[in-house]
């Protein structure tokens, strides 16, 4: 049993998607449960998330269908007592929610929360390190590497406008934030309709400043057939380290 009064801080995995843009490439299987060079792509992340010392629970959200199975699977590598396993929704954001909610019922007074995608394999604990040290220090912060390509704007295939690259980040999870800021950033969303791809904007929407950390080139997002490439490569290289 994690110790109720010391779970500060707490984690959630975002594994609710259905991953319809890999549909083709996994056989309609969702991409979080695609086999990587021996595990279910969640389980990469899932382990770092487990073995940091920092956090007392982590929250493992996803479809009602894939919840009995996803507790079988954590129980067997051993991390019952760590992670909860619970059901999300029909958007990331609902999904987030739902874990949010989750941890709140399970933990008391959580101080500080990190938010990452089950679709990025390669969470290492530095990049949790340097989240949780950017909550800490500021509230709340995102993992997010520079731009190296030029980015435009385009509409109907013609280019609009040339944007200035050196104020641009790509932006990746973890991120992480004080619990009590997420949770109710993430209601007032919900209660006035907003939708958005990442937590950060849900704490930018509710008045907060969000800092940026390093994240990595490496942390990439399993989203199109070619990053399965990619991934199979870099989980390659990270096996032999
Ligand atoms: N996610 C989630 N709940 C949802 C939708 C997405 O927890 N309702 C999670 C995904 O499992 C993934 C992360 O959010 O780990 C980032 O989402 P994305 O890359 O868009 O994954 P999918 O939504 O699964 O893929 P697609 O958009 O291609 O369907
Ligand atoms: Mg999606």
């Keep these: 049993m994690v110790d109720r009064t010391s779970a500060q801080t707490c984690a959630i995995l975002a594994a609710a998607g259905s991953g319809t843009r890999l549909a083709n490439t996994t056989n309609g299987q969702s991409k979080q449960f695609y086999n990587l060079r021996g595990r279910p792509i969640y389980q990469w992340p899932l382990l770092q998330l487990c073995h940091h010392k920092q956090l007392a629970m982590v929250a493992v959200v996803t479809r009602l269908d894939a919840v009995s199975r996803l507790q079988d ?6 991390y019952v007592d760590k992670v909860i396993v619970t059901t999300g929704g029909d958007t990331r954001q609902q999904s987030i929610r739902a ?24 969470l290492t604990a530095d990049m949790i390190d340097r989240a949780l040290n950017g909550a800490k220090l500021h509230g709340a ?4 590497i520079s731009a190296s390509d030029t980015i435009k704007r385009v509409e109907c295939h013609l280019v609009t406008e040339t944007l200035d690259r050196n104020t641009l980040v790509l932006v990746q999870t ?16 919900f209660s006035n309709g907003l939708s958005v791809t990442d937590d950060a904007a849900v ?4 008045g907060h400043q969000v800092a940026v950390v390093q994240g990595s080139k490496l942390n990439i997002k399993v989203t199109e057939p ?16």
Excluded: M
């Excluded at 699977?73 to 051993?78: D, N, P, Y």
């Excluded at 874990?99 to 390669?122: I, K, M, Q, S, T």
């Excluded at 704490?203 to 509710?206: I, R, S, V």
């Design 174 to 189: 973890p991120q992480a934030a004080r619990f009590s800021w997420l949770l109710a950033a993430h209601e007032k969303a």
């Design 203 to 206: 704490l930018e929407y509710a």
């Design 226 to 241: 070619e990053d399965l490439l990619l991934a199979e490569a870099i989980a390659t290289l990270v096996l032999q380290q």
């Design 141 to 144: 912060c995102t993992a997010a």
């Design 73 to 78: 699977e954590i129980s067997r590598l051993g």
């Design 99 to 122: 874990g949010l909610n989750a941890l709140a019922a399970r933990l008391v007074d959580p101080e500080f929360v990190l938010v990452h995608d089950a679709a990025r394999p390669f």
